[in-house]
């Protein structure tokens, strides 16, 4: 059975700082992109960055471009998204998501037909 588990999310006053965590199992995920997406009370699911598992390129919503960074832990198999420098308007549900496609790809293609999904961590920052 396929999982991901998404860790980290919290309070933080704006200008501080939180790493997510997405914990993956279930099947080998060398040929998937990892992604993360967000969101946010009211509005629609949003891409925020992606990694392809084997290689490592990386692709990012400009909203979050030198401020956040995804990787990842072949040995933990986990992804990271490493967020520095967050916003009142980071404030959401952060999701990860794996799908056969490209970092590129996973930004543009409809969220709904991701192959799969984690429960979500929830983000909230103060003004």
């Known amino acids: 059975q396929v999982q991901l588990v998404e860790s980290g999310g919290g309070l933080v006053q704006a200008g501080g700082s939180l790493r997510l965590s997405c914990a993956a199992s279930?099947?080998?995920?060398?040929?998937?992109?990892m992604g993360w997406f967000r969101q946010a009370p009211g509005k629609e699911r949003e891409f925020v960055a992606a990694?392809?598992?084997?290689?490592?390129?990386?692709f990012y919503a400009d909203s979050v471009k030198g401020r956040f960074t995804i990787s990842r832990d072949y040995v933990q198999n986990t992804v990271y998204l490493q967020m520095n420098s967050l916003k009142p308007e980071d404030t959401a549900s952060y999701y990860c998501?794996?799908?056969?496609?490209?970092?590129?790809?996973?930004?543009?293609?409809?969220?709904?037909?991701?192959?799969?999904w984690g429960q979500g961590t929830q983000v909230t920052v103060s003004s």
């Open positions: 279930g099947r080998s995920f060398s040929t998937y992109t």
């Open positions: 990694i392809k598992w084997s290689g490592g390129y990386t």
């Open positions: 998501a794996a799908d056969r496609t490209t970092p590129q790809g996973m930004a543009v293609k409809s969220w709904r037909l991701l192959t799969y």
